[in-house]
T-cell receptor, first 114, second 113 residues
C-alpha cells in the first residue's frame, strides 16, 4: 500500500518569513518523492525530487526538502517566502518496479501575505 | 470531494497496437485536462494540455500523431497511444483543472511487449 498525506490544506505566511509545507508518506518500497508546484490555471512544475541519493534535496526557487525515513516525512521548506511563491503545492510518492504507482497528496495552498 | 477516474489502471499490449486511456471528472466539469507520463525514478513530464472542444497543445518533443488527445466534453478526455512500441511503456496520468484546483487520476501503467 502507498499513500501520501499533506497535513495542511492551507498555509498562510508573511512575505519574508519561512515556509514549511508538511508531507508524510507510506510505501512498501523504496520510494521516490517529489514536490510539484501548480500556479493558477497552469500544469505542474517540478520543484525537487528525492531518489535515494542525498536526504537533503535542494530544488528551484530556494526550496528544499529533507527525506526522513524514520519519520516517513518529506517536508518542503524555504527560508524566506516571496509573493511569487503563492500557489498550490503537491507532494507525490512514486514506487518503481514492475507495476509503477504514483500517488498524489491532496495539495497545500500557500498564501503569502505582503 | 472531486474525483477523477482514469481507466484502465494497467494495460499490457502487443507492439503495433493502439491503446486508449480515459480520464473522467466524475462530479465536476474540467475546463482543462493535462496528460503526463512518468518513467521510473523520474519526474512527471507534461505531454499535452487539452481544453474542451479545441485541439490539444502538445509539449515540445511529444508527437501529436502518436499521442492522440480528444477532449470531447467537459468531463472526458482520452489519450490514445497509436502503434505502441516498447519505448512507450510508461506510467500515464491525467489531471483535471476546475477553477484553480487540480485533481489527479490514479494513473495507467502501460506495458508494450
Amino acid at each position: 500500500a502507498q499513500s501520501v498525506t499533506q497535513l495542511d490544506s492551507h498555509v498562510s505566511v508573511s512575505e519574508g518569513t519561512p515556509v514549511l509545507l508538511r508531507c508524510n508518506y507510506s510505501s512498501s518500497y523504496s520510494p521516490s518523492l517529489f514536490w510539484y508546484v501548480q500556479h493558477p490555471n497552469k500544469g505542474l512544475q517540478l520543484l525537487l525530487k528525492y531518489t535515494s541519493a542525498a536526504t537533503l534535496v535542494k530544488g528551484i526557487n530556494g526550496f528544499e526538502a529533507e527525506f526522513k525515513k524514520s519519520e516517513t516525512s518529506f517536508h518542503l521548506t524555504k527560508p524566506s517566502a516571496h509573493m511569487s511563491d503563492a500557489a498550490e503545492y503537491f507532494c507525490v510518492v512514486s514506487s518503481p518496479g514492475g507495476y509503477q504507482k504514483v500517488t498524489f497528496g491532496t495539495g497545500t495552498k500557500l498564501q503569502v501575505i505582503p | 470531494g472531486a474525483v477523477v477516474s482514469q481507466h484502465p489502471s494497467r494495460v499490457i499490449c502487443k507492439s503495433g497496437t493502439s491503446v486508449k486511456i480515459e480520464c473522467r471528472s466524475l462530479d465536476f466539469q474540467a475546463t482543462t485536462m493535462f496528460w503526463y507520463r512518468q518513467f521510473p525514478k523520474q519526474s512527471l513530464m507534461l505531454m499535452a494540455t487539452s481544453n474542451e472542444g479545441s485541439k490539444a497543445t502538445y509539449e515540445q518533443g511529444v508527437e501529436k500523431d502518436k499521442f492522440l488527445i480528444n477532449h470531447a466534453s467537459l468531463t472526458l478526455s482520452t489519450l490514445t497511444v497509436t502503434s505502441a512500441h516498447p519505448e512507450d511503456s510508461s506510467f500515464y496520468i491525467c489531471s483535471a483543472l476546475t477553477g484553480e484546483k487540480l485533481f489527479f487520476g490514479s494513473g495507467t501503467q502501460l506495458s508494450v511487449l
